[in-house]
């Protein structure tokens, strides 16, 4: 899998670490946890400058393997950043895997504690 400058998006390496498992979850990989994440548009994307990667990366991950994914949604995500996120797994994860997509994950986590 190549990126617009012809560099691989994910090193060999690092996708045969993986391949011993079936399902990724993303929780740290996207940054869900402490995130102050609100907006759609203010995501981290795969051009930004960002520490976090971002939902596009994730998706393509889980296509490149063959993987499920489990996606976590920031807390403070407002209900278009929330649709968003959803339509865009919905229309970009091969249609063989499965997304499960869960929201205020480190929140629900406190309260069976």
């Given at each position: 899998?190549?990126?617009?400058?012809?560099?691989?998006?994910?090193?060999?390496?690092?996708?045969?670490?993986?391949?011993?498992?079936?399902?990724?979850?993303?929780?740290?990989?996207?940054?869900?946890?402490?995130?102050?994440?609100?907006?759609?548009?203010?995501?981290?994307?795969?051009?930004?400058?960002d520490?976090?990667?971002?939902?596009?990366?994730?998706?393509?991950?889980?296509?490149?393997?063959?993987?499920?994914g489990?996606?976590?949604?920031?807390?403070?995500?407002?209900?278009?950043?929330?649709?968003?996120?959803?339509?865009?797994?919905?229309?970009?994860?091969?249609?063989?895997?499965?997304?499960?997509?869960?929201?205020?994950?480190?929140?629900?986590?406190?309260?069976?504690?």
């Amino acid at each position: 899998m190549k990126n617009d400058t012809n560099y691989p998006i994910f090193l060999t390496e690092f996708l045969d670490g993986l391949r011993p498992f079936w399902a990724l979850r993303f929780m740290d990989w996207i940054g869900t946890n402490n995130s102050t994440q609100k907006e759609w548009s203010k995501r981290p994307t795969p051009s930004s400058v960002d520490k976090r990667q971002s939902l596009e990366y994730a998706v393509q991950l889980c296509n490149t393997l063959n993987f499920d994914g489990w996606f976590c949604i920031p807390h403070m995500a407002n209900d278009n950043y929330i649709r968003e996120y959803a339509k865009f797994v919905r229309d970009n994860l091969n249609s063989n895997l499965k997304a499960y997509i869960v929201s205020h994950y480190e929140t629900l986590k406190l309260l069976v504690q």
